[in-house]
Structure formats: C-alpha cells, structure tokens
C-alpha cells in the first residue's frame, strides 16, 4: 500500500511507477486526465518485450473506447445512469414536443436556436439543395433490384463527392475546410455550402434507393413541403397533384427524425471524425457514418429488433426465447446501450410516439409480443444485472413497421437525420482554431517478435483452423464447369477439381 502525506485537495493525480520509483502529478481537467501525460512515465526495459517499447513511455489501453473521451464537444450531452438526452442544452423531450427537424438540425450545426428571419433563410436553403445530378439516378439504375438500401445510400454519398470538386480537399487543398477556423468568409461559404447540400440531398438519395427497390420511377423533390414531408412525396407520390402526407404520420416522422439527430460520439460519429480526421471531403466523410451505422449492433438495430420479434411470433414465446438470452445463445435485439444504463429517454418519447401513429395506422400486431418481451425483461435477473432497458430501437421499428417501411429501409430512415449530427461533429472539428489533428490510435502489439524468413521446403502448417483459409465451396459453379481443364496464358493445363 502507498501512503501519500496528507495535502490540501487539488485536481491532480499522485502517480508512483513502481518500476522506478518516480513521483508524477498528473493534472486533473473537467474530470479526465490527458492521456499523453502518461506517456512522460518512463521507464528502462526489463523482462518486458521490446515491443511493449517501455523507454518510449506507458500507453493508455482501451479496447473500444470503453472510457475514453476523443474530443471536447459543444453539441449534445448525455448522462446515461440518469437517462438525461440534451442537444445544446435543450432537452430531447422539449425539442421533441416543440420543435421541428429543421430547426434542430440548425440548433445542432450552429449552437442556437434559429430566429425567425435565419430558420426561413435555412428551410428554404436546405430545400433549395434537395435536388441531385440526373445522372446520380442513373448510378441507382446499375443497382441489383434487390441491393440493400443502405448499400444504395452509403455509395450514393460518396458518388456525391465525386459531383462536387470544388468541395474536394485533395483538389483544392488541404486546407479547404480548416480555413474555416479563422473565419474566413469564402472558407466558410465552401463549408456551408456543404452542408446544406449534404441535409438537403439526403431525403432525395435515400427515396431514389427506396423507389428503385420498388421500381418505381424516382420522383423530384417538392416545394411548399416540410423537410419530412417532401421526403414522404419523394418515397410515395405516384401520380397526380397535391399530394399531401397525413399530418400525424408527418409529424412523428418529423419527431423521430429529431430523435435520431445526434447521439454525441456514437459509432458512427467517431467514425466520421475518424474519417474527417484525415482531411477528405465530407461526402466521403458521411458515406463512411452510413457504412458504421449500418451494422446491427449500430443503426441496423431496429430492423433486427422487428426480425427477432416476427421471429418470436407471440406473447407466449417469450419466455422460451428470454431463457436463450438468459444462457447467452441470444442478444436481445432493442436493449442495452454503450452509455444508457438506465431508461433510454428516447425510447420514453418514442413510446408515446408510437400510441398517436397507431392511433391512425391501426396497432402493429408485433405490439403485443413486444410488451411482453420488455415485462418479461425488466423482471429478469439477468437482464436487472446488466442494466440493460429498452433502447431507441426497440420501438422505432415498431413505428416504422406501422407506417409500412420495409424493414431494409429503417437504418435509411436513421442515416437521414443523423447527417445532420454527423455534419455538426464535422463542423466542429474543422472550425477547432488548434487546427485537426490526424486521429491516429496506437496498438500494444502481441504478435511476433522479429524473426527470419523461412525457406518453403522448411516451413510447417500452422495448428489451428485460424492459421490458413478454410476450404470454400465454389458456389454458382456448374459441373460440366468443375469437370472441364483449362489452359492458362503460359499454355499449363489446369482444372477445377484441381483447386
Ligand atoms: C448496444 C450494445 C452493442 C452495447 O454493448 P456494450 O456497451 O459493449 O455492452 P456489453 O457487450 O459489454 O454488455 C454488458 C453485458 O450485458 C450483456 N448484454 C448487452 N446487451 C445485451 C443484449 N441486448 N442482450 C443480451 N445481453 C446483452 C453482455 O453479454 C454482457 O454480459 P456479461 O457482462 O455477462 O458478459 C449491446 O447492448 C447490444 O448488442 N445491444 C443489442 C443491439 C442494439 O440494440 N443496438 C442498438 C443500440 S442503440
């Protein structure tokens, strides 16, 4: 045990390395030391391996970020043990029963709330970039009618990019974007401009991968629309004049739209820092948070959240398929959350959400087991141990489902929103006057040490099925094609019965 000499308290951190028998004082900031202080405790190599490079100064390890702050950010807090949600400030439950996407989507990118004057300047702005390059429809046209969406939306961003040149640092200079930071007006113009093409082309890229799933010909976007009330028009208009979406599916649409805004560092948004990190353009930057957000853990949870409970089929069920979670064969699609160990507050606001689309759309038959299963949850052992409650995805789907989305289309109507968080972590990093620094993590390597080539007649196979490819079946392949030989370009025969 280590006894330190009583001092007066400071924000600080007394650290003995017991390797040298040094003192550090590591400061204490807003509650987090920085984790380059740490690398000043040196120490000179022992037993340790040169790779674990002691002389160079200690690491800071942390596996999937489990407690590790990337960035000082203005935008959204979240306390997850209280269940606290607020952008700039504002509660997530005032912004929803208040406000409207657009005016978040300003809220979060620039810091306030828009006057008047500066929210009709905004709207008409954003709506005014709704419209893409015809030729980005022909890109969906050489889509398989059955790809994934968010497949379609994630190379739909990044074929943006290749539409704008003059938004392309490595054409226009590595400091396009960071300029910015100075307040230099055409740099900020660039940036801006950005943006809203960015917010305002999204609803119309995730209808076209939407209509070209159902074949139907893409329509143009709409004037005199709501944000989310265009993007209904672009996913459903199919002839005729006037087109208005019901009020109430508008509107939850709009509130869900807010909900999924922004999230702080979530997956994605590190990775569109990470991407951002680098200097590329931000249609690259936001085709990679499509790519992060699609995964199920991420924002491909609420489509797997309805396929787990078609899958249970019925109130009854859920105990059987509760019992396979309880013994770790299943995740229980829908709950637990990186940060929320307690009520997920957007799901609080999506719940009741949920009772005025229903209201109007007739209740979604999965309702039932889905209450059943969160009943059976919050009194399950396993699942009090672990906090782990009902998070956003867990009734999203169950809106979505109501309305009539197909369920491949429910992380398109996630990325469609969270563009606008993505954009704001963007901004903000390119507008730090300290300038962006490269996001580059280090390893501890556990891997061989140095060693010498070895020769083919003296090597041996490794032991495991991990150290070499597996046997792959040849799918498509016919057997007259399997049974036919082949001569290569050097004239040496060769067959596939032979690979
Ligand atoms: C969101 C999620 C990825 C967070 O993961 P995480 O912070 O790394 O949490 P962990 O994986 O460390 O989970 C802690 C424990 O709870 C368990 N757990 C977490 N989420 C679980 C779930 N949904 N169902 C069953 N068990 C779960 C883990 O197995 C682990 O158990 P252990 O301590 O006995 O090993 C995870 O909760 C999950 O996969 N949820 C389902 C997918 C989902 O709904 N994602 C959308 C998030 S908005």
Not at 61 to 78: C, E, F, G, L, R
Not at 199 to 224: D, E, V
Request: glycine share 6%; net charge positive.
């Amino acid at each position: 045990m280590v006894t330190v000499s009583k001092q007066t308290p400071r924000q600080s951190l007394t650290v003995v390395d017991n390797r040298t028998n040094k003192v550090y004082e590591i400061p204490i900031k807003q509650n987090s030391v920085l984790a380059t202080d740490f690398k000043k405790i040196k120490a000179q190599k022992g037993d340790d391996r040169e790779e674990d490079e002691t002389e160079q100064g200690l690491r800071v390890y942390d596996p999937a970020y489990m407690n590790t702050a990337v960035v000082q950010s203005k935008i959204t807090y979240i306390n997850g043990q209280d269940g606290v949600l607020r952008y700039r400030g504002y509660p997530i439950e005032q912004l929803v029963k208040k406000s409207n996407f657009l005016e978040t989507a300003f809220l979060l990118i620039y810091g306030e709330l828009p006057t008047k004057s500066q929210f009709n300047n905004w709207q008409n702005e954003v709506m005014h970039h709704t419209f893409v390059h015809s030729d980005i429809e022909g890109m969906f046209k050489s889509f398989r009618y059955d790809s994934h969406p968010m497949s379609m939306l994630a190379s739909a961003f990044a074929t943006l990019g290749a539409f704008a040149p003059e938004a392309n640092p490595s054409l226009k200079g590595q400091k396009l974007y960071t300029n910015a930071a100075s307040g230099n007006p055409e740099a900020l113009q660039i940036l801006d401009r950005q943006i809203l093409r960015i917010i305002g082309k999204a609803p119309t890229l995730a209808a076209a991968s939407y209509r070209m799933r159902q074949g139907r010909p893409f329509n143009r976007p709409a004037h005199g629309l709501s944000y989310t009330g265009n993007f209904l028009y672009l996913l459903d208009h199919l002839s005729g004049h006037e087109y208005q979406p019901h009020p109430v599916l508008e509107q939850a649409l709009d509130a869900l739209f807010i909900i999924h805004a922004d999230h702080e560092v979530n997956c994605s948004t590190a990775t569109v820092l990470q991407v951002g990190s680098s200097l590329v353009d931000p249609y690259s930057v936001v085709s990679a948070g499509c790519a992060a957000l699609y995964g199920p853990s991420h924002g491909g949870a609420s489509e797997s959240a309805i396929r787990m409970l078609m899958e249970i089929g019925s109130p009854e069920k859920v105990p059987g398929f509760m019992a396979q979670v309880e013994r770790r064969e299943r995740v229980l699609v829908g709950f637990g959350h990186r940060v929320y160990k307690n009520v997920d507050p957007r799901s609080t606001a999506i719940r009741a959400l949920a009772e005025r689309v229903f209201a109007v759309t007739g209740r979604n038959r999965l309702l039932d087991t889905a209450t059943a299963l969160a009943a059976y949850a919050r009194k399950s052992e396993f699942m009090r141990a672990r906090n782990l409650y009902p998070n956003v995805d867990f009734y999203s789907g169950l809106i979505y489902q109501a309305m009539g989305f197909p369920l491949d289309f429910y992380p398109v109507l996630f990325a469609v929103p969270r563009c606008v968080g993505w954009l704001a972590h963007w901004r903000q990093m390119m507008l730090n006057p300290a300038g962006v620094k490269i996001w580059r993590p280090r390893q501890l390597y556990v891997g061989e040490s140095a060693r010498d080539y070895v020769d083919p007649e003296e090597r041996k196979a490794g032991e495991t099925v991990f150290d070499a490819p597996v046997p792959v079946q040849h799918g498509d392949d016919s057997k007259r094609n399997e049974l036919a030989s082949y001569k290569d370009e050097r004239g040496q025969t060769w067959g596939r019965a032979k690979l």
